[in-house]
């Protein structure tokens, strides 16, 4: 009923810049905090940022300074900007929110994610 749909990833040159949209859809539900992760191959699951729906966001500290979390609550969309891409950013990304849908608890919902590749 209720999913997360990333887009925005793709093969980049090291030094670019990328966008990441992660948007939330579904009928009857409330979200609460949003935020990205990414997954590089061999490695675990990281943090890269959250953000409230207030607009307060928080950084990993390894992903401050070229990392961008941004939202926009009418449209239940996050966003997350990348500045400066390097090779070591390769990764999917994925989105995660807390989600109530209508009528059931509080719970972590996951995009499918979308995958960034940096050459050199």
């Known amino acids: 009923q209720v999913q997360l749909v990333e887009s925005g990833g793709g093969l980049v040159q090291a030094g670019g810049s990328l966008r990441l949209s992660c948007i939330a859809s579904?009928?009857?539900?409330?979200?609460?905090?949003m935020g990205w992760y990414r997954q590089a191959p061999g490695k675990q699951r990281e943090l890269v940022a959250l953000?409230?729906?207030?607009?307060?966001?928080n950084y990993a500290d390894s992903m401050k300074g070229r990392f961008t979390i941004s939202r926009d609550n009418v449209k239940h969309t996050i966003y997350l900007h990348i500045n400066n891409l390097k090779p070591e950013d390769t990764a999917d990304y994925y989105c995660?929110?807390?989600?109530?849908?209508?009528?059931?608890?509080?719970?972590?919902?996951w995009g499918q994610g979308t995958q960034v590749t940096v050459s050199s």
């Open positions: 579904g009928n009857g539900f409330s979200i609460s905090v």
């Open positions: 953000i409230d729906g207030g607009g307060t966001s």
């Open positions: 995660n929110a807390r989600i109530a849908p209508r009528g059931q608890n509080w719970s972590q919902f």
